[in-house]
């Protein structure tokens, strides 16, 4: 991402699967953004109307840009290309990396991976600026049809220069070990908007596991 990516893992922040109550979801990401580093907000709404995620974005992205924190459109390359957002996500039932490309520019294009080193090496060679592996843990934000062992990511890491993010039921409680296995990003949505004691609390949380998952790694 645009490269807020200079430290070794980083948080990368997947918004909860509807946001009924924009203005109030704003407070909790700012609440969010307080409690420590995070590299990205992905803003991902499912069957919407365009005029919905349009509203998110411009909700949310000046809260996340005014701290540093890249915005990225989950899906819809076509609309994020209008919007001011930093990037977009794709999916491999979405479009393909090459026309998201040509949409986004210079803007980030990441790509969902599953739990396959040879799609990531495709989108990697291809030019995509992350690739995706998941589901590392049973999540309830999304239906994960794979599921991914962490030395998919150790393997990544000794191989491969494009960053990779880590995704799918990770929480404060399980981040550390797949930091320490080599994901560049941990993406977390519920282990996030949902814990017991607020996002601020999580996020801090979660940057302390990613702390002792690196001094592992060294």
């Known amino acids: 991402m645009p490269h807020p990516m200079t430290l070794d893992?980083?948080?990368?922040?997947?918004?909860?699967?509807?946001?009924?109550?924009?203005?109030?979801?704003?407070?909790?990401?700012?609440?969010?953004?307080?409690?420590?580093?995070?590299?990205?907000?992905?803003?991902r709404l499912k069957d919407v109307?365009?005029?919905?995620i349009r509203a998110a974005v411009d909700a949310?992205?000046?809260?996340?840009?005014a701290r540093d924190v890249a915005v990225i459109l989950n899906d819809r390359p076509?609309?994020?290309?209008?919007?001011?957002?930093?990037?977009?996500?794709?999916?491999?039932s979405d479009m393909a990396y090459r026309d998201a490309r040509k949409l986004m520019g210079e803007r980030m294009v990441g790509v969902t991976c599953h739990d396959s080193r040879?799609?990531?090496?495709?989108?990697?060679?291809?030019?995509?600026?992350?690739?995706?592996?998941?589901?590392?843990?049973?999540?309830?934000?999304?239906?994960?049809?794979?599921?991914?062992?962490?030395?998919?990511?150790?393997?990544?890491?000794?191989?491969?220069?494009?960053?990779?993010?880590?995704?799918?039921?990770?929480?404060?409680?399980?981040?550390?070990?797949l930091a320490t296995a080599g994901a560049d990003f941990l993406a977390v949505s519920a282990g996030v908007w949902g814990h017991p004691d607020g996002p601020a609390a999580a996020v801090a949380a979660l940057n302390a596991a990613i702390a002792e998952g690196l001094s592992a790694r060294a």
């Open 78 to 92: 076509d609309l994020a290309a209008r919007l001011p957002v930093d990037g977009v996500h794709v999916g491999q």
């Open 9 to 43: 893992c980083r948080l990368y922040l997947i918004t909860p699967p509807a946001l009924p109550d924009l203005a109030g979801f704003g407070r909790q990401l700012a609440q969010a953004l307080e409690g420590g580093d995070v590299a990205a907000l992905q803003i």
């Open 118 to 177: 040879h799609l990531a090496m495709e989108a990697a060679e291809a030019g995509a600026d992350y690739v995706a592996f998941g589901a590392f843990f049973p999540t309830t934000t999304k239906n994960a049809p794979t599921t991914a062992e962490p030395e998919i990511l150790t393997i990544w890491q000794e191989t491969m220069e494009t960053p990779c993010v880590a995704i799918g039921g990770i929480t404060a409680a399980n981040a550390a070990g």
């Open 60 to 65: 949310l992205a000046p809260i996340a840009q």
């Open 49 to 52: 109307p365009d005029d919905v």
